[in-house]
């Protein structure tokens, strides 16, 4: 029987105690490797371009000799203005890209010795990143559509005949949200967050090709999709796979985020669902990487990438 591969040598190609033991010079030589790629490291002014740059002595920070700029190696992407150590910050995404459901803040805050706040707000950061490489995805072929509702738990009273029924509109908090993945066979994975199932047809539509073959379960809100696609529905009551007809590739993602919110996070706000929703999205799309692989591409990614709209700033922003 074949090795699984996520417990094979292939898997592991980075060491946590390997970025752990780096010093704060051999971070930032490994920054700018990445960051300058095209340069071989050598720095290239973000606000002009121009390759002709000073470098201080007494400070980590350069200057343009074209505009006159100074900026760091992380001025202009997702980790400008931080106060970490570039080593901390490479250490953060190591330890988060080797979590298969997940960290939460309160035990990166452990890790890294800091406080919860810039835990949370750096982790928001990464999943910022995860979430901007299928911002503009289009998915085809065979796509399975499926919805689960996080949130709004609603505790039952002590005693019996004080117990209200839960599933009465009435009765709930009105915090409850669906999340609708769209997931293409062999593909990506893309998740969106609703009120209610029949909100996301418009979404779909919008990140789905015509033509495409859509699979989904029973529920009532899937009928508009037979007006745009060839849609195969499955009824669960009776089987999980009809005929090549099934959402259990959709499921296997719900799997992942549900243990991500029942043994990482135990709570997830609604306001910030969508964050969570996509990474795990990610991680389910790069299940089969080596983690050395995923630690450079979030790296990259986040050094790419422009400075956060949301989580920009202090914590009382």
Known sequence: MAQHFLLSAKARTLSVVQVARMTEDEARSLFRAIRWADTDGEPVCPRCGCFAVNEYKSRPIFKCKGCGHQFSITSGTI?????????????????????????????????????????????????????????????SGEVEVDGAYFGGHVRPENRKEDRKDRRLKE??????????????????????????????????RAHVASGTTVYADEASGWDELHATYETKR?????????????????????????????????????????????????????????NGTLFTAVVDAALNAPVSRQWKGYWQK
Not at 104 to 129: F, P
Not at 235 to 256: K, P
Request: net charge positive; glycine share 6%.
């Open 79 to 139: 980790f400008a203005s931080r106060k970490l150590p570039v080593r901390d910050i490479l250490l953060a995404i190591a330890l988060f890209v080797n979590g298969a459901k997940g960290m939460s803040a309160l035990q990166m805050s452990r890790n890294l010795d800091v406080q919860y706040k810039s835990a949370y707000v750096l982790l928001h950061k990464i999943r910022e990143v995860m979430a901007a490489e299928t911002a503009d995805a289009t998915l």
């Open 171 to 204: 009765n709930q908090t009105g915090k409850r949200r669906v999340v609708v993945v769209m997931r293409e066979r062999g593909g990506r994975t893309l998740p969106f967050v609703f009120r209610s199932e029949d909100q996301s047809v418009a979404t779909i």
């Open 234 to 290: 499955i009824n669960h009551s009776l089987a999980f796979m009809d005929d090549g007809a099934c959402t259990n590739q959709a499921e296997s993602y719900f799997s992942r985020l549900r243990r991500a919110e029942w043994g990482q996070h135990h709570h997830i706000s609604g306001r910030h669902l969508h964050a969570y929703a996509a990474e795990m999205a990610w991680r389910e799309d790069h299940r089969r990487v080596p």
